[in-house]
């Protein structure tokens, strides 16, 4: 009898969290715009959210990623949102919601517009002369990477991007380089143009069109995420990150 009690209190509270998180995922994916969305999540409350991260992706998109948990009674749920957008108005949206150790669980895609999308790769496909498909554009765009050349208390630490760009640089690989500088992920791009441009500095010439797509990119400006020692998540412009020591030598 004391088992069948435990079981059904269990139940109950399942019950009673599942109608606020189906409020909550219809809310969201049911949004149009960027406001909307965020709208629809003050309505929520989370312990943990953090600041909307949107970058510029050319041609007019932007790109934002959204973490946070929802809280409803003793449970917490993890939740990110990437979003690709222009003026507002949203033209793809992905809800993925996240299990404690940060893999997704379940993933729901909204409020796409096929054309915008088509659109958007082609564009790039144009300009950085590269042939993605959507589905790799995005996929590649949503992938978590993170710029450093040395994390952790001694600065050993360092991501695998980080020792293919300097394995690159060192055999001045330049076509290699060239395909992350063209990829539509921002922490990519960061580490090509650092390897570049010590190709460059090295007394090496590099490509017109890749030395125009570094200057692109660098009038870009866009935020890269990164970590220096300890400090993970830093959000700095591509400029301050990679040029600033540069230009005090």
Known sequence: MKQSL?????LISISATAEPWDKLVNELTDSRTLTELKESKSDFYSRHDRTPLTRNLDFG???????????????????????????????????????????????????????ELENLVSQHNSFFSTNYEIDEFISELSEEYYYSLGCG????????????????????????LTKWLCSPNYELQAYAIDGLT?????????PDHVLTLIEHLRTRNSVVINCSGCLMG????????????????
């Not at 959204?66 to 108005?89: A, L, Q, R």
């Open 153 to 176: 208390e001694t600065g050993s630490e360092r991501p695998k991007e980080a020792d293919k760009m300097l394995k690159w640089t060192k055999i001045e690989n330049i076509n290699k």
């Open 198 to 206: 010590r190709i460059e500095e090295a007394g090496n010439s590099l």
């Open 61 to 115: 998109y932007e790109h934002t990623v959204w973490e946070f948990d929802f809280v409803h009674g003793n449970y917490s749920t993890d939740f990110k949102i990437s979003v690709i957008s222009m003026n507002d108005s949203i033209v793809f949206g992905r809800l993925e919601r996240l299990h404690w150790r940060g893999r997704t669980e379940e993933s729901i895609e909204f409020s796409t517009i096929e054309k």
């Open 234 to 249: 830093l959000e700095t412009p591509i400029n301050s990150l990679l040029f600033e020591y540069r230009n005090k030598k």
């Open 6 to 10: 435990i079981i059904l209190t269990f």
